[in-house]
């Protein structure tokens, strides 16, 4: 009775979808197995979509997809208790022509994606959770789903089930995610009307901006704020190292409430009305946590495979990528009627080569940095960069030669004395650097 | 046997909001699903197909966007499933409505042979008047079952059931073909397997038109067919009711003491001593 397909691809967000997308395309029978009630029903992000990898399977996406508002204005802010060091970069440049990048929501885009690869002809089949990869040896043949008759069998199956990939563990392809290399985000959805949106983050018409927030709200931990602007709503998040939150036995929740307090916050969000509470998992351990990402019978895409770029913000630009290249991978086995370990090996090499490898090689060594001066880097650095900011464009009664030594020492002061700066730039330097 | 199932798609009742301007149900953003009830309906017809043999065809009336509720029965397990879809079919009240699904079931006939049962839900979450059932069946001359909580048994061409009244239980028994509206207490909806959801999913419904009915009377059918006139609708106030807590049963009696309650059941404050 059960049918054998060509491809059985775990997940339908935007790794999964990538996937599937281009093996239907390439003629293959495809199956994608996904719990939600439909795809993206319970995806949460920031968050924002990049035009770039997503256009290399669908040309002119963007001018058809459910998107919220392009960028023009991309920000950085350092928070102290009461201050906020903003540091950010506006231009038309981001939307001549096409767009770079656009706010999101990921209940409507992945659903439309997941349409897409649907009208290419691969099977969607949601509200069923893959339980189990089935063996033969050691090459995965099939899933098994939680359905009755719920085994399915394929040449080929793409693990793209999210942060917390069930399959990922039962394929050993890694030792477990440790809550060092988790973080966990809370997001609220703010429902604002438009013009105010507009009003208060100075945008023209339909126009968006981001702002990425560090410092106080994080009491210390290592993590990171954000707040994007939507149609008529407003993404408010924050995300915590999970070891950082057991440490102290924060409650993630609290603290968002808190940085909505903060006064540089305070006013933007003013009077907007909570429509959305959403919470989920960044995998942020970086290469050094990365699965091995093929073997017979399977490959690991996406965020399961760990593929997140955090300080860059992208997730779903690398997930689409991923998906995109086994799909490669699974439609040239299938052309040779050949699905040899080598060919899955393929798409382990094309990740390699690409984008994806290369920049979570460069910053590899950034959790451990994060995690080892997180005090200095998350506390006193933004503390110190508001008093220099206060120095500088304080007037009283003393000279500008004070007021400027007292930026030095706050400087110096921060990572203990001159010397602690240079180990400090230097350390950071590699961390961000190969 | 062959069992026609009705089901119609409606937005889900536990996302539903009412605009409080205009009285009218706000229907954007609400998912749709299947009128509970006739799911129950699929399930029974399923099941006496699994006893009995024969097929289910499932049919509803509907805009285009049904099709996805007609997926549904077929992940369940339905043989077949019909959209019948018109603008002319549309703004149809239960008259129209019942008309329209008594000539479905008539061509359902003529598709896939004689129908022995007809099954409809109690009644829909939306519209909720539970009128269609009886009137395909008055049309048809079928007899009819409403209510039905159980099938006790299909003997020959005889059907015996529970009917579930305010007062009690009926048990009735009548001849093929029949009609039932069924509660939900009937039985529990089942899981669809993997083969189902794989079947739904490639699965294109029937659709029928109103080119599909040669004899289909258009004075009957639609806006035009349908004299229901809603002279108003409007959203119930809430009663308001005052609301005090207390913390133990002492502080309760000295609650209950200070309302008009005593003195209203006549009670004096020696006796509450
Ligand atoms: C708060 C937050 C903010 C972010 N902001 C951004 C941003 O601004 N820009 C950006 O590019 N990235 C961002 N990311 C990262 C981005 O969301 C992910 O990298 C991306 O979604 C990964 O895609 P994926 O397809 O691998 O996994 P997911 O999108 O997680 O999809 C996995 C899918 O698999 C399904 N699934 C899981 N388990 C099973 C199972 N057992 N059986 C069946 N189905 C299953 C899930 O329902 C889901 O649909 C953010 C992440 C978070 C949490
Ligand atoms: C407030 C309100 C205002 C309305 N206004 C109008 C109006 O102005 N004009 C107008 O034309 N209509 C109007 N309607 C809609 C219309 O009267 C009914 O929705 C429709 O005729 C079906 O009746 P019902 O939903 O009460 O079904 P019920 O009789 O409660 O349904 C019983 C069973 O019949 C079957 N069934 C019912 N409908 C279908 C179907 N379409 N396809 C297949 N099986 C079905 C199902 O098995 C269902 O469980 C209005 C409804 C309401 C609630």
């Known amino acids: 009775m059960s049918e054998r397909f060509d491809a059985i691809v775990v997940g339908a967000g935007p790794a999964g979808t990538a996937a599937a997308l281009t093996m239907a395309r390439g003629g293959l029978n495809v199956i994608v197995i996904e719990r939600g009630e439909f795809p993206g029903a319970k995806n949460v992000f920031g968050g924002v979509l990049y035009r770039h990898h997503f256009e290399e399977l669908i040309p002119e996406w963007w001018t058809r997809a459910p998107l919220e508002r392009p960028i023009v204005e991309q920000n950085y802010w350092l928070l102290n208790g009461d201050g906020a060091v903003k540091i950010g970069h506006r231009s038309r440049r981001y939307l001549d022509g096409k767009p770079n990048n656009f706010t999101a929501m990921r209940a409507k885009f992945d659903r439309w994606f997941a349409q897409q690869a649907e009208e290419a002809g691969a099977l969607i089949i949601c509200e069923t959770t893959a339980t189990e990869l089935l063996m033969e040896g050691d090459r995965v043949i099939g899933v098994r789903t939680d359905r009755d008759e719920g085994d399915v069998y394929a040449e080929a199956v793409i693990i793209a089930d999210g942060a917390n990939s069930l399959l990922t563990q039962q394929l050993r392809a890694r030792p477990e995610l440790s809550p060092g290399e988790l973080s966990l985000v809370v997001k609220q959805t703010l429902a604002l009307p438009r013009e105010k949106i507009e009003d208060r983050f100075g945008l023209e018409k339909d126009e968006g901006a981001t702002i990425e927030i560090l410092g106080a709200p994080s009491q210390g931990m290592v993590g990171l704020g954000f707040l994007y602007t939507n149609k008529d709503s407003l993404s408010l998040g924050l995300g915590i190292m999970v070891d950082d939150l057991m440490a102290t036995g924060a409650r993630p929740y609290e603290l968002l409430e808190a940085m909505k307090q903060h006064p540089a916050l305070r006013k933007l969000l003013q009077g907007a009305e909570l429509k959305e509470y959403a919470a989920h998992l960044i995998p942020e351990g970086g290469l050094r946590a990365m699965p091995k990402l093929a073997g017979p019978g399977w490959m690991i895409c996406g965020d399961a495979a760990g593929m997140v770029n955090a300080v860059h913000r992208e997730g779903t630009n690398l997930a689409a990528a991923s998906g995109r290249m086994a799909g490669e991978a699974v439609v040239t086995m299938a052309r040779s009627g050949d699905f040899t370990p080598e060919g899955f090996q393929a798409y382990a090499r094309a990740v390699q080569a690409s984008f994806i490898q290369r920049d979570l090689a460069k910053y590899q060594r950034l959790p451990a940095f994060l995690h080892e001066h997180k005090e200095l880097l998350m506390g006193r650095m933004p503390e110190a960069l508001n008093d220099c900011l206060y120095e500088w464009f304080n007037v009283d009664e003393r000279p500008k030669t004070e007021h400027q030594r007292q930026i030095a020492q706050n400087i110096k002061g921060m990572a203990g004395g001159a010397w602690g700066l240079l180990r400090l730039a230097s350390r950071g330097w590699r961390a961000i650097n190969e | ?273």
């Open chain 2, 1 to 273: 046997m062959h069992i026609v199932v009705c089901v119609k798609q409606v937005p889900d009742s536990r996302e539903i909001r009412i605009d409080t301007k205009t009285g009218t149900l706000i229907r954007e953003g609400v998912p749709s699903i299947v009128n509970p009830y006739d799911l129950h309906g699929l399930e029974a017809a399923l099941q006496l197909r699994e006893q009995h043999g024969g097929r289910v065809t499932v049919i509803t009336m509907g805009p285009p966007m049904a099709e996805k509720a007609l997926k549904e029965t077929i992940s369940l397990g339905a043989d077949d499933a019909v959209l019948v879809t018109d603008r002319k079919f549309g703004g149809a009240d239960t008259l129209a409505t019942s008309y329209v699904l008594a000539e479905a079931i008539r061509k359902a006939a003529d598709t896939w042979g004689p129908v022995d049962l007809v099954i409809a839900g109690k009644q829909t979450l939306d519209g909720d008047t539970g009128q269609v059932g009886p009137g395909i069946a008055c049309r048809l001359g079928l007899q009819q079952l409403t209510y039905v909580e159980k099938i006790v048994a299909v003997e020959g061409r005889r059907i015996r059931v529970e009917r579930r009244l305010e007062d009690g239980l009926e048990v009735v028994e009548t001849s093929l073909p029949a009609l039932l509206t069924v509660l939900k207490e009937i039985n529990t909806v089942r899981r669809a397997s993997l083969p189902g959801m794989i079947a739904a999913a490639r699965y294109k419904p029937i659709v029928w038109t109103v080119a599909d009915f040669p004899d289909i009377d258009v004075t009957k059918i639609g806006l035009k067919g349908s004299p229901t006139v809603v002279s108003r609708s409007w959203v119930p106030e809430v009663r308001k009711v005052d609301t005090t807590y207390v913390d133990g049963a002492a502080e309760l009696w000295e609650a209950l003491w200070a309302t008009d309650l005593p003195e209203r059941l006549g009670w004096s404050a020696e006796e509450g001593a």
